[in-house]
């Protein structure tokens, strides 16, 4: 009774890691015996790990929020701000340098995890361990943990230099295909799958009113040297708002709120196909953009919405099944004119034992 009782709270013990868990490979629950394993080596279903990938997720949603908003919003305002101040100056900095830190740390975590094979075998042999992690996702995780800022040299043309740590620093988002493969695990709940979506719709507005911006401010640079027309979505909301651009004071023109509250408005009114006109595109570049939101726009709207339709009809399913038995149940009652009722038929199953196998079927007619 004892080993009975171990037994049971291992089993309880492992059903809790499983829904905190983050991993797709969870041990099988009738392998309870504790694997061999070696000195430093992580079992990939204890706390420890389960807490860890919880908060390499909120990280990689910090990267997903913040770095194409930064390399398309704050780096142009450092360049504008010049060399003044040095690198941990800004807060930011500092936060991006402990994230790329912690995802070395995960690196060097998954070296020492355990995973199942495809014989539901734990593996804790180290070298076994990082021959099927370089086969899997080392590529990703360590172009994503690279600080592309840090060994970029910042000689040369600052706004070339600008550029391409802003490039760069979109690589980390490649961890969102580990952290999208790791969520699919609650593919099974309606209201979770219900709230990915709004949220990957929201991140992918987000995501392309940096782009929307991005390109807003290559048009409006680019008609100042060359002395063309200022049409640009820039500087029709510069007119919009009183705030205009001065060529001799780069802090001038709209503020960082108003560009991206902008930009942001412009992307969901496209996406959702409820374009209002205030904010249009009048270069070519962007409307070229905007023609490819809307295509984007339009899959995303049917995807969402069909998903939305299957979820609703999947949480109605229990309580039109139910309706449905209880449909039966009155058939069967009416048919065989049950004294009582469906009272007097439901009491007298409640009396009978229960092994006398004596139950309703599914469907309670009879075949002849």
Same mark, same amino acid.
Request: charge should be positive.
């Given at each position: 009774?004892?080993?009975?009782? &171990?037994?049971?709270?291992?089993?309880?013990?492992?059903?809790?890691?499983? &829904?905190?868990?983050?991993?797709? #490979?969870?041990?099988?629950?009738?392998?309870?015996?504790?694997?061999?394993?070696?000195?430093?080596?992580? /079992?990939?279903?204890?706390?420890?790990?389960?807490?860890?990938?919880?908060?390499?997720?909120?990280?990689?949603?910090?990267?997903?929020?913040?770095?194409?908003?930064?390399?398309?919003?704050?780096?142009?305002?450092?360049?504008?701000?010049?060399?003044?101040? !040095?690198?941990?100056? %800004?807060?930011?900095?500092?936060?991006?340098?402990?994230?790329?830190?912690?995802?070395? &740390?995960?690196?060097?975590?998954?070296?020492?995890?355990?995973?199942?094979?495809?014989?539901?075998?734990?593996? +804790?042999?180290?070298?076994?361990?990082?021959?099927?992690?370089?086969?899997?996702?080392?590529?990703?995780?360590?172009?994503?943990?690279?600080?592309?800022?840090?060994?970029?040299?910042?000689?040369?043309?600052?706004?070339? *230099?600008?550029?391409?740590?802003?490039?760069?620093?979109?690589?980390?988002?490649?961890?969102?295909?580990? &952290?999208?493969?790791?969520?699919?695990?609650?593919?099974?709940?309606?209201?979770?799958?219900?709230?990915?979506?709004?949220?990957?719709?929201?991140?992918?507005?987000?995501? /392309?009113?940096?782009?929307?911006?991005?390109?807003?401010?290559?048009?409006?640079?680019?008609?100042?040297?060359?002395?063309?027309?200022?049409?640009?979505?820039?500087?029709?909301?510069? #007119?919009?708002? !009183?705030?205009?651009?001065? +060529?001799?004071?780069?802090?001038?023109?709209?503020?960082?709120?108003?560009?991206?509250?902008?930009?942001?408005?412009?992307?969901?009114?496209?996406?959702?196909?409820?374009?209002?006109? %205030?904010?249009?595109?009048?270069?070519?570049?962007?409307?070229?953009? +905007?023609?490819?939101?809307?295509?984007?726009? +339009?899959?995303?709207?049917?995807?969402?919405? !069909?998903?939305?339709?299957?979820?609703? *009809?999947?949480?109605?399913?229990?309580?039109?099944?139910?309706?449905? *038995?209880?449909?039966?149940?009155?058939?069967?009652?009416?048919?065989?004119?049950?004294?009582?009722?469906?009272?007097?038929?439901?009491?007298?199953?409640?009396?009978?034992?229960?092994?006398? !196998?004596?139950?309703?079927?599914? #469907?309670?007619?009879?075949?002849?």
């Amino acid at each position: 009774r004892g080993s009975q009782t &171990v037994c049971g709270s291992k089993t309880g013990g492992i059903q809790r890691l499983d &829904v905190l868990s983050l991993g797709a #490979d969870v041990l099988p629950e009738y392998k309870l015996q504790a694997p061999r394993i070696h000195k430093w080596t992580i /079992l990939h279903y204890s706390p420890f790990k389960a807490v860890w990938d919880w908060v390499i997720l909120l990280l990689v949603i910090y990267t997903a929020i913040f770095t194409p908003y930064s390399a398309a919003f704050l780096l142009n305002e450092a360049e504008d701000d010049g060399g003044s101040c !040095g690198y941990t100056c %800004n807060p930011l900095n500092v936060v991006d340098l402990v994230v790329d830190v912690m995802f070395i &740390v995960d690196i060097l975590i998954n070296f020492r995890t355990t995973y199942v094979n495809s014989n539901d075998e734990v593996v +804790s042999h180290p070298g076994r361990i990082a021959q099927h992690y370089f086969k899997g996702w080392f590529l990703i995780d360590i172009v994503a943990a690279i600080p592309f800022d840090l060994l970029i040299s910042r000689s040369g043309s600052q706004e070339t *230099q600008t550029t391409l740590i802003g490039l760069l620093k979109t690589a980390r988002l490649l961890r969102l295909v580990r &952290v999208a493969r790791k969520l699919d695990r609650y593919s099974e709940y309606g209201a979770a799958v219900l709230f990915l979506l709004m949220c990957t719709f929201a991140l992918i507005a987000h995501w /392309l009113a940096c782009i929307w911006y991005a390109i807003g401010n290559v048009e409006r640079t680019g008609s100042e040297r060359i002395g063309g027309m200022k049409i640009g979505w820039l500087d029709n909301l510069a #007119d919009q708002i !009183g705030k205009h651009y001065n +060529s001799s004071d780069r802090s001038s023109g709209p503020s960082i709120q108003d560009k991206y509250v902008t930009a942001l408005y412009f992307t969901f009114s496209s996406l959702t196909s409820v374009g209002f006109g %205030n904010v249009s595109p009048n270069t070519n570049p962007e409307k070229i953009f +905007s023609i490819c939101v809307m295509l984007i726009g +339009s899959l995303m709207y049917a995807s969402i919405f !069909g998903n939305v339709s299957a979820i609703i *009809q999947r949480l109605y399913s229990g309580t039109a099944r139910y309706h449905t *038995q209880m449909l039966r149940v009155k058939e069967f009652i009416r048919f065989h004119q049950i004294p009582g009722g469906f009272e007097g038929f439901s009491g007298r199953q409640q009396r009978l034992p229960a092994s006398s !196998g004596h139950a309703i079927q599914d #469907d309670p007619r009879p075949a002849g």
